[in-house]
């Protein structure tokens, strides 16, 4: 299976797709089309869906209706496509962020540190900057800024200098095992998923600018939703979720959407039992007023 879909129903129901079943839907992050597949299904024959992903191997999992209209570029710049094709009133958009489980699972894009990979890390692999060319060339302070800040790493400075020193012997740090290696000082046994997966959440962040990418989204959708639009989008680390729930919390008091559910909609004891990645996830709901 390429991925998996988190709160696949509840993420759909709050698009309250049934109330505008002929209008323009956007599914901003195709992945392995689950969430595509289920607005398709519940979707008019008038409507229409436009996907966005800027992993090419994600377009492929779209299914073929003529309902739909494939993007392979960054949801970033949402706003941009839809003003550029002259696009009015959107009536629900849908964000699942982060990695796919197919990403984590394909050794050479180097996501993950449970294979010895090249150090990439790229969704799109048609960007210039990857993984290996922040651990090796960035500076000490914007190594230790961007583990701090997005890996919310302990002891930032000191694992920015133990890489930065290590980067230094023989070729540098060019694959996933030689930075676990590098960085074996700083973990055991009991603590390595949890430190590591810190570490590559944070470089994984800055190769794509995950978060400059969400804050343009989420202004993006706010400007091109129509009146009840809905915006549905699910989190998966405390990062993410805290620009959701500011985001959400300024346009209610600029009075341009209000929040649906008062609280994050989280996964069933039954959904996180049969898909470990939704343990993480949370689901806010926002409606254009």
């Known amino acids: 299976m390429y991925h998996k879909s988190v709160l696949l129903e509840k993420s759909i129901d709050a698009l309250d797709i049934e109330r505008r079943s002929n209008g323009l839907f956007i599914d901003a992050t195709l992945g392995g089309g689950g969430h595509t597949k289920e607005i398709l299904r519940r979707l008019g024959p008038d409507g229409k869906l436009i996907v966005f992903d800027k992993d090419a191997d994600a377009l492929e999992n779209a299914p073929e209706d003529s309902r739909l209209v494939k993007v392979h570029g960054n949801f970033r710049f949402l706003e941009n496509y839809v003003r550029y094709m002259k696009l009015e009133g959107i009536d629900g958009i849908i964000a699942d962020l982060g990695v796919s489980s197919h990403q984590f699972d394909t050794a050479e894009r180097g996501f993950s540190y449970r294979f010895d990979a090249r150090l990439d890390m790229r969704m799109n692999t048609l960007s210039s900057l990857n993984?290996?060319?922040?651990?090796?060339?960035?500076?000490?302070?914007?190594?230790?800024?961007?583990?701090?800040?997005?890996?919310?790493?302990?002891?930032?400075?000191?694992?920015?200098?133990?890489?930065?020193?290590?980067?230094?012997?023989?070729?540098?740090?060019?694959?996933?095992?030689?930075l676990c290696e590098a960085l074996s000082s700083f973990y055991g046994a009991q603590t390595e998923r949890k430190f590591l997966g810190k570490v590559f959440q944070a470089l994984r962040i800055e190769v794509n600018a995950e978060m400059r990418a969400l804050e343009d989204l989420l202004a993006g959708s706010r400007n091109i939703l129509a009146s009840g639009g809905r915006l549905s989008v699910i989190t998966y680390h405390s990062l993410e979720d805290r620009i959701v729930k500011n985001f959400i919390r300024d346009c209610k008091s600029d009075r341009t959407m209000s929040p649906v559910n008062k609280k994050p909609i989280l996964p069933t004891d039954e959904e996180i039992e049969g898909n470990g990645r939704a343990r993480s996830a949370k689901l806010r709901v926002a409606e254009k007023i």
């Open 131 to 178: 993984a290996e060319t922040v651990v090796n060339e960035y500076e000490k302070e914007d190594l230790e800024r961007i583990l701090r800040e997005y890996g919310e790493v302990e002891n930032a400075g000191r694992v920015a200098e133990t890489i930065c020193k290590a980067r230094g012997c023989g070729n540098g740090i060019r694959t996933t095992g030689k």
